[in-house]
Protein backbone atom coordinates (compact mmCIF):
# COMPACT_ATOMS: atom_id res chain seq x y z
CA UNK A 1 0.00 0.00 0.00
CA UNK A 2 1.14 3.82 -1.17
CA UNK A 3 1.88 5.29 2.86
CA UNK A 4 -1.00 8.42 3.22
CA UNK A 5 -3.02 7.07 0.37
CA UNK A 6 -6.15 5.06 0.15
CA UNK A 7 -5.36 1.58 -0.96
CA UNK A 8 -6.34 0.74 -4.58
CA UNK A 9 -5.40 4.47 -5.15
CA UNK A 10 -3.16 3.92 -8.15
CA UNK A 11 -5.43 1.39 -9.63
CA UNK A 12 -8.70 4.14 -9.98
CA UNK A 13 -6.41 6.60 -11.16
CA UNK A 14 -5.08 4.17 -14.24
CA UNK A 15 -8.98 3.38 -14.66
CA UNK A 16 -10.24 6.82 -14.50
CA UNK A 17 -7.54 9.31 -15.83
CA UNK A 18 -6.33 7.36 -18.86
CA UNK A 19 -8.77 9.89 -21.02
CA UNK A 20 -8.82 12.56 -19.16
CA UNK A 21 -7.55 15.70 -21.02
CA UNK A 22 -6.31 19.26 -20.27
CA UNK A 23 -8.64 20.77 -22.21
CA UNK A 24 -11.86 19.35 -20.62
CA UNK A 25 -10.20 18.64 -16.88
CA UNK A 26 -7.87 21.57 -16.34
CA UNK A 27 -9.48 24.52 -18.41
CA UNK A 28 -9.79 26.83 -15.41
CA UNK A 29 -5.79 25.83 -14.73
CA UNK A 30 -4.81 26.73 -18.17
CA UNK A 31 -6.37 30.11 -18.12
CA UNK A 32 -3.97 30.79 -15.16
CA UNK A 33 -0.78 29.56 -17.13
CA UNK A 34 1.86 31.82 -18.67
CA UNK A 35 5.06 31.17 -21.00
CA UNK A 36 7.86 31.10 -18.37
CA UNK A 37 6.30 29.46 -15.37
CA UNK A 38 7.02 26.47 -13.86
CA UNK A 39 4.35 24.21 -13.36
CA UNK A 40 3.55 21.39 -10.96
CA UNK A 41 0.83 18.67 -11.30
CA UNK A 42 0.70 16.27 -8.63
CA UNK A 43 -0.70 12.71 -8.61
CA UNK A 44 -0.06 12.99 -12.63
CA UNK A 45 -1.17 9.32 -13.19
CA UNK A 46 -0.19 8.62 -16.76
CA UNK A 47 -0.05 12.27 -17.90
CA UNK A 48 -2.43 12.70 -20.03
CA UNK A 49 -3.79 16.16 -18.77
CA UNK A 50 -0.14 17.15 -17.92
CA UNK A 51 1.43 16.98 -21.52
CA UNK A 52 -1.59 19.51 -22.36
CA UNK A 53 -0.17 22.22 -20.19
CA UNK A 54 3.32 22.28 -21.68
CA UNK A 55 2.03 23.99 -24.81
CA UNK A 56 0.84 27.07 -22.70
CA UNK A 57 3.69 27.47 -20.55
CA UNK A 58 6.36 27.06 -23.99
CA UNK A 59 9.92 26.32 -24.15
CA UNK A 60 11.23 28.84 -21.61
CA UNK A 61 8.62 26.89 -18.88
CA UNK A 62 8.81 23.88 -17.45
CA UNK A 63 5.86 21.30 -16.32
CA UNK A 64 6.79 18.16 -13.90
CA UNK A 65 4.65 15.55 -13.22
CA UNK A 66 4.48 14.07 -9.83
CA UNK A 67 3.17 10.52 -8.77
CA UNK A 68 3.96 7.44 -6.42
CA UNK A 69 3.47 5.44 -9.50
CA UNK A 70 6.17 5.69 -12.18
CA UNK A 71 5.06 2.53 -13.68
CA UNK A 72 2.37 4.84 -15.53
CA UNK A 73 4.59 7.68 -17.05
CA UNK A 74 5.04 7.41 -20.51
CA UNK A 75 8.43 6.20 -21.73
CA UNK A 76 9.07 9.69 -24.06
CA UNK A 77 7.46 12.66 -23.43
CA UNK A 78 7.68 16.61 -23.03
CA UNK A 79 6.82 16.42 -19.48
CA UNK A 80 9.38 15.79 -16.97
CA UNK A 81 7.50 13.17 -14.85
CA UNK A 82 9.65 12.24 -11.12
CA UNK A 83 8.08 9.63 -8.79
CA UNK A 84 6.89 10.93 -5.27
CA UNK A 85 4.74 10.92 -2.21
CA UNK A 86 2.20 14.13 -2.36
CA UNK A 87 3.13 13.79 1.32
CA UNK A 88 7.38 14.61 0.51
CA UNK A 89 7.26 15.97 -2.83
CA UNK A 90 11.36 15.56 -4.38
CA UNK A 91 11.53 18.74 -5.08
CA UNK A 92 13.09 22.21 -2.99
CA UNK A 93 11.02 24.93 -1.15
CA UNK A 94 9.10 27.52 -3.15
CA UNK A 95 9.95 25.78 -6.62
CA UNK A 96 6.74 26.61 -8.69
CA UNK A 97 4.18 29.13 -10.06
CA UNK A 98 1.27 27.24 -10.05
CA UNK A 99 0.62 23.50 -8.56
CA UNK A 100 -2.57 21.52 -9.87
CA UNK A 101 -4.15 18.43 -8.58
CA UNK A 102 -6.95 16.57 -10.19
CA UNK A 103 -8.98 13.51 -8.37
CA UNK A 104 -6.18 13.21 -6.08
CA UNK A 105 -7.69 14.56 -2.63
CA UNK A 106 -11.00 11.98 -2.32
CA UNK A 107 -8.19 9.49 -2.24
CA UNK A 108 -5.55 10.96 0.72
CA UNK A 109 -5.74 9.57 4.26
CA UNK A 110 -3.87 13.14 5.45
CA UNK A 111 -4.94 15.88 3.07
CA UNK A 112 -4.34 18.83 5.09
CA UNK A 113 -0.71 17.04 5.52
CA UNK A 114 -0.97 16.90 2.11
CA UNK A 115 -1.86 20.66 1.02
CA UNK A 116 0.67 21.84 3.44
CA UNK A 117 3.53 20.05 1.37
CA UNK A 118 1.56 22.06 -1.53
CA UNK A 119 2.30 25.20 0.03
CA UNK A 120 6.06 24.34 0.96
CA UNK A 121 6.96 24.09 -2.99
CA UNK A 122 4.67 26.94 -4.02
CA UNK A 123 7.02 30.34 -4.86
CA UNK A 124 5.21 33.33 -2.31
CA UNK A 125 2.43 34.80 -4.52
CA UNK A 126 2.04 31.49 -6.54
CA UNK A 127 -1.43 29.75 -7.02
CA UNK A 128 -2.90 25.99 -5.98
CA UNK A 129 -5.62 24.83 -8.31
CA UNK A 130 -7.28 21.48 -6.91
CA UNK A 131 -10.27 19.79 -9.04
CA UNK A 132 -11.58 17.29 -6.06
CA UNK A 133 -14.89 15.10 -6.23
CA UNK A 134 -17.71 15.50 -4.50
CA UNK A 135 -20.18 12.92 -4.31
CA UNK A 136 -22.96 14.01 -2.38
CA UNK A 137 -23.99 16.14 -5.28
CA UNK A 138 -23.18 13.74 -8.26
CA UNK A 139 -26.53 13.63 -10.34
CA UNK A 140 -27.73 10.57 -11.11
CA UNK A 141 -30.88 9.56 -13.13
CA UNK A 142 -32.58 7.40 -12.17
CA UNK A 143 -32.02 7.48 -8.62
CA UNK A 144 -33.41 4.49 -7.48
CA UNK A 145 -32.98 2.52 -4.38
CA UNK A 146 -30.59 0.58 -5.85
CA UNK A 147 -28.35 3.17 -6.95
CA UNK A 148 -28.44 4.73 -3.66
CA UNK A 149 -27.62 1.01 -1.95
CA UNK A 150 -24.98 0.97 -3.71
CA UNK A 151 -23.14 4.02 -3.35
CA UNK A 152 -23.41 3.64 0.02
CA UNK A 153 -21.46 0.57 -0.34
CA UNK A 154 -19.21 2.30 -2.52
CA UNK A 155 -18.67 5.62 0.25
CA UNK A 156 -18.27 2.85 2.70
CA UNK A 157 -15.36 1.04 0.81
CA UNK A 158 -14.09 4.99 0.11
CA UNK A 159 -13.98 5.37 3.69
CA UNK A 160 -12.64 2.43 4.92
CA UNK A 161 -10.20 2.80 3.11
CA UNK A 162 -8.85 6.08 4.43
CA UNK A 163 -10.30 7.91 1.79
CA UNK A 164 -13.31 10.37 1.47
CA UNK A 165 -15.72 10.13 -1.88
CA UNK A 166 -17.13 13.68 -0.14
CA UNK A 167 -13.88 15.77 -0.43
CA UNK A 168 -14.93 18.29 -2.77
CA UNK A 169 -17.17 19.39 -0.01
CA UNK A 170 -14.37 20.20 2.26
CA UNK A 171 -11.50 21.19 0.33
CA UNK A 172 -11.86 24.88 0.97
CA UNK A 173 -12.08 24.70 4.84
CA UNK A 174 -8.73 22.08 4.16
CA UNK A 175 -6.91 24.87 1.96
CA UNK A 176 -7.86 27.43 4.34
CA UNK A 177 -6.15 26.12 7.27
CA UNK A 178 -2.93 25.14 5.65
CA UNK A 179 -2.20 29.02 5.35
CA UNK A 180 -3.64 29.42 1.65
CA UNK A 181 -5.68 33.19 1.10
CA UNK A 182 -7.72 34.16 -1.61
CA UNK A 183 -9.45 31.25 -1.87
CA UNK A 184 -12.06 30.72 -4.84
CA UNK A 185 -14.44 27.64 -5.66
CA UNK A 186 -16.51 27.43 -8.42
CA UNK A 187 -18.68 23.57 -9.02
CA UNK A 188 -18.53 22.29 -12.48
CA UNK A 189 -20.64 19.00 -13.61
CA UNK A 190 -19.58 16.80 -16.02
CA UNK A 191 -20.13 13.23 -17.17
CA UNK A 192 -17.10 10.99 -15.87
CA UNK A 193 -18.39 8.04 -17.41
CA UNK A 194 -21.90 6.31 -18.58
CA UNK A 195 -24.26 5.46 -15.95
CA UNK A 196 -24.16 1.99 -16.29
CA UNK A 197 -20.49 1.95 -16.62
CA UNK A 198 -20.34 3.32 -13.07
CA UNK A 199 -22.67 0.63 -11.98
CA UNK A 200 -20.16 -2.55 -12.92
CA UNK A 201 -17.50 -0.22 -11.78
CA UNK A 202 -18.91 -0.40 -8.27
CA UNK A 203 -20.37 -3.86 -8.45
CA UNK A 204 -17.05 -4.79 -9.52
CA UNK A 205 -15.25 -3.44 -6.48
CA UNK A 206 -17.45 -4.86 -3.67
CA UNK A 207 -17.29 -7.76 -5.30
CA UNK A 208 -13.56 -7.62 -5.00
CA UNK A 209 -14.12 -6.23 -1.18
CA UNK A 210 -16.26 -9.68 -0.28
CA UNK A 211 -13.12 -11.69 -0.90
CA UNK A 212 -11.52 -10.46 1.75
CA UNK A 213 -13.20 -8.56 3.49
CA UNK A 214 -13.96 -9.87 7.62
CA UNK A 215 -16.29 -6.42 8.42
CA UNK A 216 -19.75 -5.00 6.70
CA UNK A 217 -20.00 -8.47 4.90
CA UNK A 218 -23.94 -8.11 5.48
CA UNK A 219 -23.74 -4.50 3.92
CA UNK A 220 -21.15 -5.00 1.23
CA UNK A 221 -23.55 -7.98 -0.37
CA UNK A 222 -26.54 -5.99 -0.34
CA UNK A 223 -24.94 -3.02 -2.31
CA UNK A 224 -23.26 -5.33 -4.75
CA UNK A 225 -26.76 -6.64 -5.28
CA UNK A 226 -28.36 -3.78 -5.40
CA UNK A 227 -25.15 -2.26 -7.84
CA UNK A 228 -25.91 -5.45 -10.58
CA UNK A 229 -29.48 -4.66 -10.80
CA UNK A 230 -28.66 -1.26 -11.19
CA UNK A 231 -26.35 -2.05 -13.86
CA UNK A 232 -28.82 -4.35 -15.62
CA UNK A 233 -31.90 -1.99 -15.21
CA UNK A 234 -30.96 0.19 -17.96
CA UNK A 235 -29.77 3.17 -19.60
CA UNK A 236 -29.54 6.39 -17.52
CA UNK A 237 -27.75 9.75 -16.67
CA UNK A 238 -24.19 10.20 -14.27
CA UNK A 239 -22.69 13.75 -14.20
CA UNK A 240 -19.80 13.88 -11.29
CA UNK A 241 -19.39 17.43 -9.08
CA UNK A 242 -15.95 18.62 -9.38
CA UNK A 243 -15.11 21.09 -6.83
CA UNK A 244 -12.82 23.62 -8.72
CA UNK A 245 -10.56 25.81 -6.23
CA UNK A 246 -7.78 28.50 -6.36
CA UNK A 247 -5.57 29.69 -3.74
CA UNK A 248 -2.82 31.91 -3.51
CA UNK A 249 0.27 31.42 -1.02
Not at 117 to 127: I, M
Not at 128 to 143: F, M, Q, Y
Not at 145 to 157: E, K, M, T, W
Amino acid sequence: MLEGYAPGYAEDVLSMMSARTASDRAGFVVRLLRPGMLVADVGCGPGTITRGLVPVVGEAGRVVGIDPEPGQFPRESTVDFVAGSVYALPVPDETFDVVFAHGLFEHLIRPRDALAELRRVLRPGGTLALSTSDWSRARLRPRTANVDAALRGHYLLRRRAGGDPFAGKRIADDVTSVGFGNVQVHSRFRPDMTYRSLAKYIESRLDEALKTSTTDRDQLASAARSAWSWSNAGDGEFTQCWVELRATR
